[in-house]
């Protein structure tokens, strides 16, 4: 089992894993780490899992979100899992770059865009886990302006 410290010095020392995720995302990342590692370790024990017996070479962090989440649903423990969609980027660049057999195994997208976007009042919210962005064209007034 892995401790929360090994991965924090990781996200400190190289932080050129976490470009196109958002600087809040990343710091809220960390903070939660420390009291959810059972959370972090199950994702790295299932990707282990997934690269093992599965002949496809990549994947979305997504599916073996859903599956801890379906594993916690169905489980007599009583244990809860407390996870949220935006730290799934995270734990899986820090898996990645942990695991040289799991290095190039997610798909990892800029997920700064959607972010600033949000913020910035140009992106639709379509579900919770999907954004769309609506970049303004000439002449239009965002609420950033």
Request: hydrophobic share 40%; proline share 2%.
């Amino acid at each position: 089992m892995r401790q929360a410290e090994e991965i924090v010095n990781l996200v400190k020392s190289r932080p050129e894993l976490f470009d196109g995720i958002n600087d809040k995302v990343v710091k809220n990342f960390v903070e939660w780490l420390p009291n959810n590692m059972y959370v972090f370790d199950a994702f790295e024990r299932n990707a282990k899992y997934l690269k093992r017996v599965s002949k496809r070479k990549s994947y979305s962090i997504s599916a073996i979100r859903e599956k801890i989440r379906w594993d916690s649903a169905i489980s007599d423990n009583t244990v809860h899992v407390k996870l949220a969609n935006n730290q799934s980027s995270c734990i899986a660049r820090c898996i990645m770059a942990l695991n040289e057999e799991l290095h190039g195994m997610f798909s990892t997208n800029n997920s700064r865009v959607h972010w600033d976007a949000w913020e910035l009042g140009v992106a639709e919210e379509v579900d919770r886990d999907v954004v769309e962005v609506y970049l303004p064209t000439d002449g239009e007034r965002t609420n950033a302006e």
